[in-house]
């Protein structure tokens, strides 16, 4: 279900006060035309009604993706600790109950932290693509790369540029990069690691699970 609710913001630029709607929670299934909007970011913009300048206001979501099974919160990077022991309350608890009542399969359920991580995890889940995959992907290309280039990457996302699924590279001077998304590459990894990755859920899929799933397997093949 989608859900929403005024709060109130403050201009960047005149920092004046006033009321925006907000979307606690959009359901993609019920609510299709919502997922332009959010991989555009235009539920986080906002005109000011007093000096008509726009304001981006970013808040906590819930964004279910219904049809791909997965649950994607968007929350304050200061808040991350804290919304997993929640997520991981419920979903151990209440939810397990109802799962096993009704005979349904558990969801996939991410926290992203900023607006480029939730429209990427979007682009991944709409693709058929399995983020843990896609993260070990990108540090294979950042090997790759550091092999041939001298860059120092500050920043690292699959994404979606004139129909072509690409990586976006972004160096520490900003300056943005983009490499072809190969599919034979990601089917190998995927070959190689999927049946590995099973039970190896983590709600926070980023960088540092890829470098925590290598140490993983690396201990285990010590012991």
């Known amino acids: ?35 332009l909007k959010v991989l555009n970011y235009d539920v986080f913009e906002y005109t000011c009604p007093h000096c008509g300048e726009k304001v981006k206001v970013i808040y906590d979501m819930l964004y279910h993706m219904e049809q791909e099974g997965t649950m994607i919160y968007l929350t304050d990077p200061s808040n991350v600790e804290e919304e997993i022991k929640t997520l991981d309350e419920f979903y151990n608890n209440d939810f397990k109950k109802f799962q096993e009542l009704m005979k349904i399969d558990p969801p996939r359920v991410r926290v992203v932290v900023d607006l480029v991580e939730l429209r990427e995890k979007i682009l991944i889940f709409k693709g058929g693509y399995d983020d843990r995959i896609m993260e070990l992907y990108k540090s294979l290309l950042i090997l790759q790369i550091n092999e041939r280039e001298n860059m120092e990457i500050i920043r690292m996302f699959y994404d979606i540029y004139e129909n072509k699924p690409i990586i976006v590279v972004i160096d520490k001077n900003l300056k943005e990069y983009h490499y072809d998304f190969r ?31 290598i140490e993983d397997l690396l201990n285990k093949k010590k012991n």
Request: aromatic fraction near 12%; hydrophobic fraction near 30%; include cysteine.
């Open 183 to 213: 599919e034979e590459d990601y089917r190998e990894l995927e070959e190689q690691f999927e049946d590995k990755l099973e039970g190896f859920e983590r709600y926070v899929v980023n960088e540092n699970f890829a470098i925590e799933f």
């Open 1 to 35: 279900m989608t859900e929403k609710l005024t709060e109130k913001a403050i201009c960047g630029h005149c920092k004046e006060p006033f009321d925006v709607e907000i979307y606690t929670s959009i359901n993609t299934r019920v609510d299709p035309e919502m997922e």
